[in-house]
């Protein structure tokens, strides 16, 4: 049965349902007000709207749809007993939910179900045949003429089938609240997430030669579950709980036909196989206690041991039956065990009621207790088998984490204050570059409330991060990386543990100049420097600027506006180096650095209106753009002048944008119980990107990609010009 006629039938019944309910003998009283409504109507789409963009995180289909559907029963039997059902975008792809019943004071019960969809793309292409779940395969004949004439490419591209990119997520949630006395509640909660669908996956046959996008299939199942206990009195609460989470791949392997090589041989493989993503499981346990040691006094604490594990079983090295001398694996399978405990400790005092002290203190210990193993030998990209002398080892990466905090607050007028903080941060870190770092943290916020009609906030903190010492981590090289290693660039530092300068500041107004206007403007801004960083991020600075304005003339009606602008800024640098060869030194010249400037720009207007000009007519009348801009400019540090100079491939990009243009408009009227409701709706839609519209020449940069595949130079993401009109009927009863 198609979907369009399913919702009519459905619809139909619920109506038929609500027009002859049974009478009011199950209802406490006569004239309780409004029980439910339910919203039924016809859309049709105008325009171009066969984008994927249109709907990627939605479903609006033509046609007959139930916009919604509410019964809310809450005075049952003598108003002891509850009962609520929703529903949401009714048997659409993105329908929703909810079940919500109980006896007062007693029990509840929450049974939620909801669709997510994510569309990647509509117009990908591919020759591969997903000949069972994860295995691809590419005809015999295509492969054989590819492997001869790889110039071929782009004319048997032509004729790839069309390929639908998308996922659903199907979740559901079910939670029984018991409370057997005042002071107990008792809380039980299971849920199901199940993902299936394809999405884009990149990956790469023999060293990057064979570079393959591939359609990944998904079907993920994860499940949740919880239980708890809690005890609150006057002075006192207790509060212990379980919380675990199984997460399980239905699909756990990915394997490919190479299509530019037909048969095995060393240095070229006919096949590729990778891991996907392992079954893995997780458990906390929770406590969590409150007591009011005074009547200005409370400490809060919480104690939450978790324990993770993960023991899939390790593919062999290689797929390609033609390398001699593979290796066996050091271990059948990870046999991952990680423990989590996580402390945390707040003591508030009012003891002076005009300045009232918090202290905290938070302790997070990770521990990785997963087996460190040692790979003699290895097959990159099912290419060749790694050069011997040369071992590999997986590290058990762990860390500490402790946060000190300390807050006052001064209440030097009604309504008006002055608050200083201070946190220190140490991070103690297991098989990384640092092994201990320190972050002090000093702050200050005002609050000034001086009049009814104006409100102020302001706050400023300052952070300075100081690693005790950097030095790039080799553990992974047990044996040392080889004689033609370059090793990694000095200077070059983690942005999660180098020495980082932060500065934070926010800003706040709110003006109520008549009753009829308010207005408000926010500022924010993070600048992080990594001050002894010569290469990889050196500045990471945003801005943020909000402005809105809301003028109601009377209770009826309501105008407002808002403009919101998100400013990125990214520095980093690097450097082009060659390794030593046997008739070749090192090229590892500081004239070879390079820059990158990075802009990401944000804009948003809105402006509406909503009320009622007359009695029982109500309408509402929506404008926004989105518009995001994205600048990178890359550039040489070095001279061409001097010998050796690499960097004569670095250019600004083309900048790549989007827009997004709402225009919403609808018109209710009211007739006794119904609700007729007309709804115009445009959108428009348009990107520049040269990512997707001009893939090609960008590979031509790189000789290599002659023999890769991608979806995306058949895969776009255009823009869409869409009029929505729909006619509704809202029954209230």
């Known amino acids: 049965m198609k979907q369009t006629h399913l919702r009519w039938l459905v619809g139909t019944a619920i109506l038929l349902v609500v027009l002859f309910r049974p009478g009011e003998t199950l209802y406490a009283q006569e004239g309780e007000g409004e029980r439910g409504r339910i919203e039924i109507g016809i859309r049709q789409i105008f325009g171009d709207h066969s984008s994927s963009k249109f709907n990627e995180y939605r479903h609006i289909p033509q046609g007959f749809f139930i916009q919604q559907f509410e019964l809310n029963l809450p005075n049952l039997l003598n108003d002891k007993f509850f009962f609520n059902f929703q529903s949401r975008e009714t048997l659409e792809r993105d329908q929703s939910y909810l079940l919500d019943l109980g006896a007062y004071r007693k029990y509840r019960l929450e ?9 990647f793309t509509n117009t990908a292409k591919s020759f591969f045949v ?155 346990l929770s406590f969590a206690g409150a ?73 997070y210990d990770y521990n990785n207790d997963t087996p460190s193993l040692i790979f003699s030998r290895y097959v990159g990209t099912d290419g060749s088998l790694s050069a011997a002398g040369i071992a590999r080892r997986n590290l058990p990466y762990a860390y500490d984490r402790k946060n000190l905090g300390f807050d006052a607050s001064w209440e ?53 991060r100081d690693p005790e010492h950097y030095e790039a981590n080799e553990e992974s ?25 932060r500065d934070r500041a926010e800003a706040l107004i709110q003006i109520y100049p008549a009753d009829t206007v308010t207005f ?79 802009r990401d720009l944000v804009d948003t207007w809105a402006a509406g209106v909503n009320g009622s000009i007359i009695d029982k007519l109500t309408f509402d009348a929506f404008y926004s753009l989105s ?36 225009v919403v408009a609808s018109i209710k009227v009211r007739l006794g119980a119904l609700y007729p409701k007309f709804e115009y709706r445009y959108e428009k839609y348009d990107r520049i990107d040269f990512q997707l519209e001009r893939l090609g020449q960008y590979l031509n940069i790189d000789p290599s990609t002659a023999t890769s595949i991608f979806l995306g130079i058949g895969a776009d993401i255009p823009g869409y010009n869409a009029h929505i009109a729909a006619v509704s009927l809202e029954y209230r009863f």
Do not use: C
Not at 415 to 426: D, P, V
Not at 631 to 645: C, D, E, N, Q
């Open 130 to 284: 997903e000949s069972s779940p994860g295995v691809f395969t590419a005809p015999a004949p295509l492969r054989s003429r590819l492997q001869s004439q790889p110039a071929d490419l782009s004319a048997l591209l032509e004729g790839a089938r069309p390929l639908n990119l998308s996922l659903r997520r199907n979740a559901g949630r079910g939670t029984l609240t018991y409370t057997p006395a005042s002071d107990w509640t008792l809380q039980f909660q299971y849920s199901r997430e199940k993902q299936t669908g394809v999405r884009p996956f990149g990956t790469t046959t023999n060293s990057f030669t064979n570079t393959i996008e591939l359609p990944e299939p998904i079907d993920y199942r994860t499940h949740q579950v919880k239980a708890g206990a809690e005890y609150a009195n006057q002075r006192a609460g207790v509060q212990a709980s379980y919380s675990g989470s199984i997460f399980h791949n239905e699909i756990s392997t990915l394997v490919w036909d190479n299509p530019f090589r037909l048969t095995d041989a060393v240095g070229g493989g006919s096949r590729g196989r990778l891991d996907l993503y392992p079954d893995n499981a997780a458990h906390n």
């Open 477 to 501: 090289f047990p044996l040392g990386e080889g004689p033609t290693a370059l090793g990694q660039l000095h200077g070059l530092q983690k942005l999660d543990e180098a020495s980082r300068g």
């Open 627 to 662: 518009a995001a801009k994205n600048s990178i400019f890359t550039r040489a540090l070095g001279s061409a002048r001097i010998p050796g100079f690499l960097v004569t491939t670095a250019q600004d990009y083309p900048d790549t944008s989007n827009r997004l243009h709402q």
């Open 412 to 464: 030097f007028l009604k309504k008006s204050s002055l608050k200083f903080l201070y946190e220190w941060e140490r991070f103690d870190r297991e098989h990384r570059d640092v092994e201990r770092s320190n972050e002090h943290t000093v702050g200050a916020s005002l609050d000034l409330n001086p009049r009814q009609w104006v409100l102020f906030r302001t706050s400023y903190k300052r952070s300075e």
């Open 111 to 119: 049974l939620a179900w909801d669709q997510t969809p994510h569309v």
């Open 291 to 363: 007591l009011n040691i005074s009547p200005s006094t409370r400490l809060i604490v919480s104690v939450v041991p978790g324990w993770m594990r993960q023991n899939d079983t390790f593919l062999p090295f290689t797929v390609n039956t033609a390398i001699p001398d593979v290796p066996s694996l050091p271990a059948t399978s990870l046999n991952g065990k990680k423990q989590t405990l996580s402390m945390n400790y707040t003591l508030m005092s009012r003891a002076v009621p005009a300045l009232p002290l918090t202290l905290r203190y938070r302790s």
């Open 520 to 598: 408000a403007a926010s500022y924010g801004t993070t600048q992080d420097d990594y001050n002894e960083s010569t290469h990889g991020l050196l500045k990471d600075i945003n801005h943020n600027y909000t402005f809105e304005l809301t003028y109601t003339p009377r209770p009826e009606i309501s105008f407002f506006s808002e403009y919101t602008r998100e400013k990125f800024k990214y520095r980093q640098r690097s450097r082009q180096r060659v390794p030593p060869t046997a008739t070749a030194p090192a090229n590892d010249s500081p004239n070879n650095d390079w820059e990158t400037h990075r």
